[in-house]
């Protein structure tokens, strides 16, 4: 619009209102499952399973829960979703907490599987030509590479 390229009708014609919508509906989504108690579900499951696993197994676990979530829902929303509940289980364990934050804030960067998880994502699909599936072709070695890469490094540079 600043070089004159397209007026201000085009560029309003331009924009896809499905998708801002489908954009605003996702904070809600993450603010739901916090108070229907699924949160809490979780963080009862975690625990209990982090009394028979090794720390750095249970590392792994959060990343790829948050990598999961944020696949579904908003990014923000998957972090402050998991952070009390990564926090808390670190706690439990009597181990440093950062490595498990820190994993929360990768994990909720990496939406990759899902057209809806990242804004992105959903901004390109129209106009790329992109189906549903085509996110899972790269976005799954991307996701199993961060998580193969980032695990050793949380656990040298926050150690548990």
Same mark, same amino acid.
């Given at each position: 619009? *600043?070089?004159?390229?397209?007026?201000?009708?085009?560029?309003?014609?331009?924009?896809?209102?499905?998708? &801002?919508?489908?954009?605003?509906?996702?904070?809600?989504?993450?603010?739901?499952?916090?108070?229907?108690?699924?949160? $809490?579900?979780?963080?009862?499951?975690?625990?209990?399973?982090?009394?028979?696993?090794?720390?750095?197994?249970? &590392?792994?676990?959060?990343?790829?829960?948050?990598?999961?979530?944020?696949?579904?829902?908003?990014?923000?929303?998957?972090?402050?979703?998991?952070?009390?509940?990564? $926090?808390?289980?670190?706690?439990? *364990?009597?181990?440093?907490?950062? $490595?498990?934050?820190?994993?929360?804030?990768?994990?909720?960067?990496? $939406?990759?599987?899902?057209?809806?998880?990242?804004?992105?994502?959903?901004?390109?699909?129209?106009?790329?030509?992109?189906?549903?599936?085509?996110?899972?072709?790269?976005?799954?070695? &991307?996701?199993?590479?961060?998580?193969?890469?980032?695990?050793?490094? &949380?656990?040298?540079?926050?150690?548990?």
């Amino acid at each position: 619009m *600043l070089s004159r390229t397209i007026n201000l009708r085009e560029a309003y014609d331009a924009i896809d209102w499905p998708i &801002l919508i489908l954009l605003g509906a996702m904070i809600p989504v993450g603010q739901a499952l916090e108070t229907t108690g699924t949160t $809490a579900l979780l963080a009862d499951w975690l625990a209990r399973t982090g009394r028979e696993l090794a720390p750095a197994v249970l &590392l792994i676990v959060i990343m790829v829960i948050t990598m999961t979530l944020s696949d579904i829902i908003n990014n923000a929303a998957t972090a402050v979703m998991m952070a009390p509940l990564a $926090a808390g289980l670190a706690r439990g *364990l009597g181990v440093n907490p950062d $490595a498990f934050l820190m994993a929360v804030a990768i994990g909720a960067s990496c $939406a990759f599987l899902t057209p809806i998880g990242h804004q992105n994502n959903t901004l390109v699909m129209g106009p790329g030509g992109y189906r549903f599936w085509d996110y899972w072709r790269m976005g799954l070695p &991307l996701e199993l590479l961060i998580v193969a890469v980032s695990i050793p490094m &949380l656990l040298v540079v926050w150690p548990l």
